[in-house]
C-alpha cells in the first residue's frame, strides 16, 4: 500500500526551492562579467538542484583537446560524456547515462565565441521539473551574457569598448597594490595605445565605409597577430588599446613591433598600405590607472611626431627626447 503524500513537506519543499531559485536568479544579475556569471551559475545550480556532480570543461575549436574549469565532488569524463559534448550543437542539451548518473550536457555560452564550455550535471535521475529548472536558469543566464556581450563590445569591430578597456586597467592596477599579481620581475604586464596613420586622409579619400573597412581588417590583423590572452580593445575612433599580460619587457616589444610589421605588409582593399603608431607602458601598482594611459599616449605622440609606423616604450622616451646644452640641442 502505498504511503499517504505528505502535501505540507510538498509545500514546503516547493516554496524553499522557489525562494532558493528567485534569490540565485538575483545574485545572476548583480554579475558584470561573463566569468563571475559563469561561477555564480554554478553556485546556483548546486544550491537549487544538490547534483551529486558538476563539472564544467572548455571543448577547443577543433574539439580535439579539452580541459576542465570548474569541478564539484567528484567528477570524471566517461568517454561517452565527451563524445556527447564535442557533438552538441550551441544552444542546444542533451541526456547521457554514464557511471550509474542520468546526465544532463548544456553548452552554456551562446555562440560568440571559438572555444566551447559545456556543462555536465550528473543526477541519480531527472525528473521533469528539475531538468526545466536547469534549463531556465541556463536560459537566464544565456539571455544576460548577451546584454552584457553587447554593452562591452564596439558595435562595428566587435572588440572590446573602451568602458571595457577601463573596467579592466583598474582591476588591474588594483590587483598590483594588494600584491595579487605575479612577483616574478621577468613577468609583467603591458598596456599599448595604437593609432593609424593618417586615418583621416583615408575617410576623406576614400569615403567612411571604406575606413569602417580598414578598422574592420585591422581589428581581425591583432586578433591573429596576438596570444589569446591578449585583450584588445577599440578606444575611440582609429585609436586601439591592447593590455599585455603575463609577459616581459622583450617579448612585449616583439610582439608590437611584429604587429606593425605586419599591418605595414597588408594590402588593404582600395587604399594599399597603411601604417600603425604603437605607444606603451609598464603598468604596476605605483600610479593610478589614468596615468599609464598618459605614458602610453605620450610615447605614442612622440612616434606621431617623428616619422610614424614605429613603436616605443615610454621607458625609452626619455633618451629620445632632445636636452639642451647651450643653445643647441642634442638628440
Not at 551562446?110 to 531538468?131: F, S, T, V, Y
Not at 620581475?185 to 567612411?208: C, M, P, Q, V, W
Not at 582593399?269 to 590607472?289: E, F, L, N, W
Amino acid at each position: 500500500m502505498s504511503q499517504p503524500i505528505d502535501t505540507d513537506a510538498c509545500a514546503a519543499r516547493v516554496e524553499q526551492v522557489a525562494g532558493d531559485l528567485l534569490e540565485n536568479i538575483v545574485s545572476l544579475t548583480e554579475q558584470r562579467d561573463q566569468l563571475s556569471l559563469e561561477y555564480s551559475l554554478f553556485n546556483a545550480l548546486e544550491e537549487v538542484l544538490a547534483p551529486e556532480a558538476l563539472l564544467v570543461i572548455e571543448l577547443r575549436a577543433d574539439h580535439d583537446e579539452y580541459r576542465p574549469i570548474h569541478m564539484h565532488e567528484a567528477a570524471e569524463l566517461a568517454p561517452e560524456l565527451l563524445a556527447a559534448a564535442r557533438a552538441l550543437d550551441a544552444d542546444a542539451h542533451c541526456r547521457v547515462r554514464a557511471g550509474g548518473h542520468d546526465c544532463l550536457l548544456l553548452r552554456i555560452e551562446p555562440a560568440l565565441q571559438e572555444n566551447r564550455h559545456i556543462l555536465i550535471l550528473c543526477m541519480p535521475a531527472w525528473n521533469p521539473m528539475e531538468q526545466r529548472m536547469a534549463l531556465g536558469m541556463l536560459q537566464v543566464y544565456r539571455n544576460y551574457v548577451r546584454l552584457l556581450f553587447d554593452s562591452e563590445r564596439d558595435t562595428l569591430t566587435g572588440l572590446m569598448n573602451r568602458k571595457k578597456f577601463e573596467r579592466r586597467l583598474n582591476d588591474l592596477v588594483t590587483a598590483h597594490v594588494n600584491g595579487r599579481r605575479c612577483q616574478d620581475r621577468a613577468r609583467e604586464d603591458y598596456l599599448a595605445i595604437l593609432d593609424l596613420d593618417r586615418f583621416k586622409s583615408i575617410n576623406d579619400t576614400y569615403g567612411h565605409l571604406i575606413g569602417d573597412e580598414v578598422l574592420l581588417a585591422f581589428a581581425n590583423l591583432m586578433r591573429e597577430s596576438l596570444r589569446d590572452v591578449d585583450q584588445i580593445y577599440r578606444y575611440g575612433g582609429e585609436e586601439f588599446v591592447i593590455l599585455l599580460e603575463d609577459t616581459s619587457r622583450e617579448a612585449a616589444s616583439r610582439v608590437l613591433d611584429r604587429l606593425r610589421a605586419r599591418v605595414e605588409a597588408h594590402a588593404f582593399p582600395q587604399v594599399g598600405q597603411v601604417t600603425v603608431s604603437i605607444g606603451y607602458t609598464r603598468v604596476d601598482g605605483g600610479k593610478p590607472p589614468a596615468l599609464f594611459i598618459e605614458e602610453a599616449d605620450r610615447a605614442l605622440y612622440y612616434v606621431k611626431e617623428h616619422g610614424r609606423n614605429r613603436s616605443l616604450d615610454y621607458a625609452g622616451l626619455d633618451m629620445l627626447k632632445p636636452r639642451a646644452v647651450g643653445s643647441a640641442e642634442l638628440f
